[in-house]
């Protein structure tokens, strides 16, 4: 999820818990508020990792410690300590702490929700679950703690901040209703191919919550198609170069007119095998969930094997964590990745 609407929800929350009856005792409402907001935003300062190493931001150090519900007391401490602190409200510590674990937790639930993994027992463990049920920026979503952050403000309302989070519930309700339709569809398409074994996975898409890109996989083999569940006829696919961002909605068919394509690891080349293999893609390969070859580059003097992960594939757009390996001549392999939105390579 989006940092903004961590905050907007860790806003809310704060709001809707807040005493009945505040007196000099407690936090102000608007203080409270704003130290939901802020502490709900805290766990994405591991954003400033990726200067260091992309490849462990991805693979390691997202997610892990500052959204792990086991580190979620320490952070809450340190949080309540440094308000405390700056706004000279020692005597509210405890409501401090309290609010701030508030803000956190939410940071987390809204985190598990989305298709990348979250590594919720870090440090001890780097099993990262991921419901996938919201995209990772749902405008519906935002919409929703928006309204109810400001008709709460508005009102001075604690009723219309809790409204709003019930509201949040049902919606994220409805996606997983909607998720269960979208992996029937991939079951049946298994069934229709005599595909079995397979497991189909559905996850959630750009634009609306009825967009939804179906994953199966068949050991080290994918096919990929995106459905719109709304959708009973195809929309033509425009055909402007470079394509926008808006005609990707055309990519997103009727349950019955589905445009599967078909992925691989290894594709047919021997060498594909090898560079996977190799230690240095140890980082990459826990990262990928759904990794598939994207590409191989020949030419008289260089050649590179590129893989990307079907996670984060999007029609119409480049698709982001691309890495691979390339050498120059008889030279060793070495670790490349391709720029986001581009196909410039980088030395990693």
């Given at each position: 999820m989006d940092t903004l609407t961590h905050a907007l929800?860790?806003?809310?929350?704060?709001?809707?818990?807040?005493?009945?009856?505040?007196?000099?005792?407690?936090?102000?409402?608007?203080?409270?508020?704003?130290?939901?907001?802020?502490?709900?935003?805290?766990?994405?300062i591991d954003y400033l990792t990726i200067w260091i190493d992309p490849l462990s931001f991805i693979a390691?150090?997202?997610?892990?410690?500052?959204?792990?519900?086991?580190?979620?007391?320490?952070?809450?401490?340190?949080?309540?300590?440094?308000?405390?602190?700056?706004?000279?409200?020692?005597?509210?510590?405890?409501?401090?702490?309290?609010v701030c674990a508030l803000g956190i937790f939410t940071h987390i639930l809204t985190d598990l929700i989305t298709s990348w993994g979250t590594?919720?027992?870090?440090?001890?463990?780097?099993?990262?679950?991921a419901l996938s049920l919201t995209f990772i920026i749902d405008p519906y979503f935002t919409a929703i703690v928006a309204g109810a952050l400001v008709l709460s403000v508005l009102k001075q309302s604690r009723l219309l901040a809790r409204t709003g989070l019930v509201v949040l519930v049902?919606?994220?309700?409805?996606?997983?209703?909607?998720?269960?339709?979208?992996?029937?569809?991939?079951r049946e398409y298994v069934d229709t191919g005599g595909l079995q074994p397979a497991t189909v996975y559905a996850m959630p898409q750009p634009f609306s919550p009825f967009n939804w890109k179906l994953i199966v996989?068949?050991?080290?083999?994918?096919?990929?198609?995106?459905?719109?569940l709304l959708a009973r006829e195809p929309k033509p696919v425009p055909g402007e170069s470079p394509a926008s961002l808006w005609s990707m909605t055309a990519y997103y068919r009727p349950p019955r007119a589905l445009d599967w394509k078909q992925y691989s690891l290894y594709g047919t080349e021997a060498i594909t095998q090898t560079i996977w293999a190799r230690p240095e893609f140890e980082r990459y390969r826990r990262f990928a969930r759904y990794p598939a070859l994207y590409r191989i580059d020949k030419n008289q003097s260089n050649?590179?094997?590129?893989?990307?992960?079907?996670?984060?594939?999007?029609?119409?757009?480049?698709?982001p964590f691309?890495?691979?390996?390339?050498?120059q001549g008889r030279a060793d392999w070495k670790l490349y990745q391709l720029k986001r939105l581009t196909e410039t390579s980088v030395r990693h």
């Open positions: 929800v860790g806003a809310v929350t704060a709001r809707a818990t807040a005493p009945k009856e505040l007196s000099n005792i407690h936090l102000p409402l608007r203080s409270r508020t704003l130290v939901g907001g802020l502490a709900a935003a805290f766990p994405d390691d150090w997202h997610r892990a410690i500052t959204h792990s519900f086991v580190m979620l007391p320490i952070w809450a401490l340190a949080l309540g300590f440094l308000f405390a602190s700056l706004t000279r409200r020692r005597a509210q510590l405890r409501e401090l702490v309290i590594q919720i027992f870090a440090p001890f463990s780097q099993f990262a679950p049902c919606y994220v309700g409805s996606q997983a209703v909607l998720k269960l339709q979208a992996t029937s569809i991939g996989t068949t050991g080290k083999h994918y096919h990929m198609a995106y459905v719109n050649r590179c094997v590129w893989f990307m992960d079907l996670r984060f594939a999007l029609p119409t757009l480049f698709t691309r890495y691979g390996m390339c050498r």
